[in-house]
């Protein structure tokens, strides 16, 4: 029960964040096409770099946690002051590489000029943001490693509200105004220019800072830090505490980024056959990310849950959690395969009208059902192994299933051999999904019976 306690408020702040993305998608789609386009391809540069960013920072989680559990508050802040150098670091990073990657990579994809302009000016405001989010982030995995989730949940729906209020005004303009407040709105007011996908970027920064600003209060004067409030004393960067979170963080931001990078990788292999083909693709897996949040936010409490078992040196304890959890992510995944089977239609036609992108989104949903059980335990397991900080197998095996698996044999299944076999279009690349999923699962699950197992041996001594 307390690892659903712990888990069920990370499920709230995983599908506000990703509301956000489908907001701006949403409210950019009403302003123009050109609008969508511009967000569309923008949000492909940004996130998977935010991404990797986001999975290295989220080493901090075990880190708190272990300390937690082993009573050691005193050495909470230090990780935490470190962290939040790291934090900048990479938020700052990631924002000149954007900016410097962009105008190659969108040439290279030979975007259109009008697309090409608006994305730039969309960008340039997300890129204001990005150091925010990473202070952020810090933020919330060290209040997940103190085990006080909820804040995540509180202030992922702040900034979802921010960016909603924020979106209608500088997409939008006066209009957006109007709309949110009717009458009430002066004429100098209603006279404020729309902006569009570049209202959106300034709109995405803007809650990014109010999301940041607001933890930051809140876990300064909130009772709940007082035994590990990481202070306001400055402290310059220490090498000790930024390497042991490279080394567990490092490699969960690599694994993430890969994840990231296969779906992409099989939306643009799909590019070349037709717009119904990648709509119904973009609709199924669109809905079925939403539901994987379930089995991803039990992966991310079982982190904090195993992280503070193990720093209490209760062993066996933690490879019960262990265990446990992924029981649980497997109960999940049943729940999430009914949904897909009853509700699918439904979720489709709100995505789409069009038949043939309805009758192909419903078929893949059919077969993402498939892979549910195995996407469940790979994140479930591998939100155990961070708990063990054992998270360079994590990385390896990431790599060799979804870059070698997913995408080789997806894409020999789609494409064929010819004189052997005929391609099998997008099926054989959610069939390679499948097998990818299926292969990290397994390798995943030997690793871990193998980490509880040499973690409880040693603590027994010879």
Known sequence: MRLIRLALPIVGAQLAQVGMGTVDVAMTG???ATDLAAVSIGSSLWLPLVLFMIGTLMGLTPIVAQHVGARRFGDIRPAVQQALWVAAVLGLACA???RTLATP???LMSVPDDV??????YLTGVAYGLPAIALYETLRFYSDGMGHTRASLQFALFGLGV?????YVLIFGGDGLVALFGAFVPDTLQAIPARGAAGCGIATAISMWSMFLAMLLYTKLAPAYTRARF???FSWPALSPI???LRVGLPVGVAIFAEVSLFTLIALFLAGYGEIVISAHTVALNFSSVLFMLPLSLGMALTVRVGQALGRGKLRHARFVAFNGVLCALAAAFVIDVILVVAGPFAVSL???NPAVQHLAIQLLLIATLYQFSDALQVSIAGALRGYKDTRIIMVVTLLSYWGVGVGLGNLLGRGMSGVFEGLGVYGYWIGLIAGLSVAAALLGRRLLRTSRLSRFSAAGP
């Open 116 to 121: 090409f302009a608006l994305a730039m000016r």
């Open 163 to 167: 960016n909603v209020i924020a979106n």
């Open 30 to 32: 009403h302003a123009s």
């Open 231 to 233: 202070g306001t004393a």
């Open 243 to 245: 390497g042991e979170l």
């Open 351 to 353: 995505y789409t009208s």
């Open 96 to 98: 000149l590489g954007i």
């Open 105 to 107: 990579l969108f040439t």
